[in-house]
């Protein structure tokens, strides 16, 4: 077994790896960015080297420094994770000529598997089953034009040498056509640096399964099981779970044996995937291979109780595989999902900052949490926002959509916003509950997981107010020299006077306040003309029990000297911040004279000048921003009086990039 291991990646991935190579006695060595300085991979890692610049091109991506690192300290092989060089061709081949081992496919695979045009091909010749349309080395725009009206609407745009889901388009006439395929093409040129295009025939309400496949340097290939990886935003996987519901065992026979093939069609070694597209009436068709590890893998191993980086080591140091495919066994059921700082009411805007706050389930047999940060550390600008995957496992499927329900409801994100609300929707959704979710279930119904403007109720702030008073009151108990002085009261009391409190509580730009009598758990709560008896109000374990009115209930929530977190009787979940006790005007968040950055990045459009008269919605420039493109759009209509933004220039957050005359 190697005795050193470089980890090319950073972050979660980078963390797990460590984990495995630590269990197996290798030594690993981290790289690291300038961004990354005190990531915890690096922290985590035996030992660390920087590579370059905070920007991927300047670091990450960098075939030559990584392999100047991995020669400075030794290392026997290079694992390369997921995303940045782990599917590049001239990496795998890079690291083989310096005879160091690449945890990874050959280079004539990853190759083969590369470009979509070219795997359909090969796909084709091995009779693993394709969805229809045009894969060919013609891409002359008219060319393309006449193809995609050739093979029928809907069709989907796909970048050849693309990956997950960017540049796609869906087209549904001949008119859409051009102006999908030119925005496909920037895409793909901007993120792949190959705008070739490949053209499928649209499956409608398809849904994603994958299957794991593995390979070793004896000749043996074997799948574990698939993946259902339908509940998707943009392409973008959200929930990942298997076994997968809808498949019956004789569909999951053929679709297995369909993946090997395709695995055996590049003589594959290593840890893979083989995406299908399924259609309502359980067709399915290849999709694509990816030739890595997949950020999903955790609920294969819960599943099938293996370690699948141990496998790519073992396999990439010439083990063959640890078992024939007679003995796979899957057990139970388990779902993924991806906690990310982004906003999901503002179009999922992605998020960066310090994690003021980071609380997370307690990792048992039934949770598991991969991460990369820690409360304290900052989610940069520079790379995916991901800050921890959630991965939940039981005996069977409602089991275990209750045991993600209950782990989220335990998570909190303070600092940059966060996707845990809109997740929490998700797993109680009847579309996903009942798993008839499509891959486009979710850009259809979008507003159905949004939490949206809907303030906490009445019953929700008196338990927020309620949990706030006991909290206080332990404290003054807590710090006091005598607990049975009447000075330990934290009740507001006064000679001749019954003591009111004013407990103030704000939720996005509203403000509550709370009158509040009484202390120890018995109080009386008025807020404008509503009133409320409380009796019997105790704190235990993130849960607050009492009597509201006389009606016993539980509430879960979390207090301390900063805020409320807490779930209504609907499960829904709001974080109110304790706001002083004087009173503060809202912000007036109406604009309309100025376009600015949401966030640092790159102009990667401009499509208004100055004098242009717009309207309210229209398009005025297109950003690229940690991984992906935001459109920003005119707040109303009117006469453009300057734009300061450039195309390929890159700007700060708060950059004002376009003005409105008066």
Partial sequence: MFERVLIANRGEIACRVIRTCRRLGIRTIAVYSEADRDAQHVRQADEALPIGGPLPAESYLRIDAILDAAKKSGAQAIHPGYGFLSENTAFSRACKDAGIVFIGPDPESIEAMGSKAAAKQLMAKHAVPLVPGYDGDEQDNACLAEQ????????????????????????????????ALATAQRVAQAAFGDASMLLERYVEHPRHIEFQIFGDRHGNIIHLGERECSAQRRYQKVLEETPSPFLTPEKRAAM???????????????????????????????MEMNT?????????????????????????????????????????HA??????????DQNFLPGSGKLQSLRLPTPSQHVRLDGGVV????????????????????????????????????????????????????????????ARIDTGYLDRHLDEFLVGDTAPAEGALFAAATAVLLHDESHVAGNATDPHSPWARADAWRVGHAGKRIVALAWRDQRFEIEARGHAGNYQLRRAETNCEVQGARLSDDNLGARFDGEARRVPLHVDAAHVLLHDAHGQ??????????????????????????????IVLVKAQAGDAVEQGQELLVMEAMKMELALKAPRAGTIESVNAAQGEFVEADAVLVRFAE
């Fill in 148 to 179: 995609a009206h050739a093979i029928g609407y809907p069709l989907i745009i796909k970048p050849s040498a693309g990956g997950g889901g960017k540049g796609m388009q869906i087209v549904r006439s001949d008119a859409e056509f051009p102006e």
């Fill in 256 to 286: 297995g044996a369909a993946a090997v093939a395709a695995a055996r069609a590049v003589n594959y070694v290593g840890a893979g995937t083989v995406e299908f597209i399924v259609g309502p009436a359980g067709d399915f068709h290849f």
């Fill in 292 to 332: 890595r590890l997949q950020v999903e893998h955790p609920v294969t191993e819960l599943t099938h109780g293996v370690d699948l980086v141990e496998w790519q080591l073992r396999i990439a140091d010439g083990e063959p595989l640890p078992l024939a495919q007679q003995d796979v066994v899957s057990h139970g």
């Fill in 335 to 344: 779902i993924e999902v991806r906690l990310y700082a982004e906003d999901p």
């Fill in 375 to 434: 409360e304290g550390d900052t989610v940069t600008i520079f790379y995916d926002p991901m800050i921890a995957k959630l991965i939940v496992w039981d005996g069977d499927r409602p089991k275990a959509l209750q045991r993600m329900r209950e782990a989220l409801a335990a998570c909190e994100i303070i600092g940059p916003k966060s996707n845990i609300a809109f997740l929490e929707r998700l797993v109680r959704h009847p579309a996903v509950v009942e």
């Fill in 573 to 602: 979940r709001y974080s109110l911040g304790r706001a002083a006790a004087f009173a503060w005007e809202a912000k007036d968040t109406a604009g309309g004279n100025q376009v600015i950055a949401p966030m640092p990045g790159r």
